[in-house]
T-cell receptor
Framework: AQKVTQAQTEISVVEKEDVTLDCVYETRDTTYYLFWYKQPPSGELVFLIRRNSFDEQNEISGRYSWNFQKSTSSFNFTITASQVVDSAVYFCALGGGYQKVTFGTGTKLQVIP | DGGITQSPKYLFRKEGQNVTLSCEQNLNHDAMYWYRQDPGQGLRLIYYSQIVNDFQKGDIAEGYSVSREKKESFPLTVTSAQKNPTAFYLC?????????????FGSGTRLTVV
């Protein structure tokens, strides 16, 4: 069975601080995909990134970066110089093949001006 | 632009009533899903469909029903048998029958029992 753990339930940071959201996953599959979604107060889940299990290169997109480490089964997400607009719930998810996507319980990020 | 449209955005249900939540997609995705989200909690899968005229129960299907008569549409009915229906409902779709590409989500329907 697949499992995604987001141990941080809520995080508060002051604007311009860096923040890392942790994600640990469990799977027996050798081929799998990892995702991050953002859920702003409006409710819709917005896709942020997809990473396959064979690509351990870190990725940077503007102020967002992702660190994928198979050795520790982690796929952490860092926001640099956080902004109020980053306030949202962030979900890490695991999928691949005919398995349905498994979501973590989410981390609520509050960026204080 | 392609996407998923959920309607209505807000829905109020009286005790004992059935209500239907609409979900339409123009992404030509094969699979569609319904999730329930309670305040401060994650997503729980209600039903999913990987092909027209076929659907499967998720983790919390009791009190809900679905149909998939067209590829584009996957309506969810919340029946009177669902004892605690107040929640945020999200519809999603995915390319093909695998989860390799993750899901695309609609903007959700907030259902309240009055």
């Amino acid at each position: 069975a697949q499992k995604v753990t987001q141990a941080q339930t809520e995080i508060s940071v002051v604007e311009k601080e860096d923040v890392t959201l942790d994600c640990v996953y469990e799977t027996r599959d050798t081929t799998y995909y990892l995702f991050w979604y953002k859920q702003p107060p409006s409710g819709e889940l917005v896709f942020l990134i997809r990473r396959n299990s064979f690509d351990e290169q870190n990725e940077i997109s503007g102020r967002y970066s992702w660190n994928f480490q198979k050795s520790t089964s982690s796929f952490n997400f860092t926001i640099t110089a956080s902004q109020v607009v980053d306030s949202a719930v962030y979900f890490c998810a695991l999928g691949g093949g005919y398995q349905k996507v498994t979501f973590g319980t989410g981390t609520k990020l509050q960026v204080i001006p | 632009d392609g996407g998923i449209t959920q309607s209505p955005k807000y829905l109020f249900r009286k005790e004992g009533q059935n209500v239907t939540l609409s979900c339409e997609q123009n992404l030509n995705h094969d699979a569609m899903y319904w999730y329930r989200q309670d305040p401060g909690q994650g997503l729980r899968l209600i039903y999913y469909s990987q092909i027209v005229n076929d659907f499967q129960k998720g983790d919390i299907a009791e009190g809900y029903s679905v149909s998939r008569e067209k590829k584009e549409s996957f309506p969810l009915t919340v029946t009177s048998a669902q004892k605690n229906p107040t929640a945020f409902y999200l519809c999603a779709s995915s390319r093909g029958s695998t989860s390799n590409y993750g899901y695309t989500f609609g903007s959700g329907t907030r259902l309240t029992v009055v």
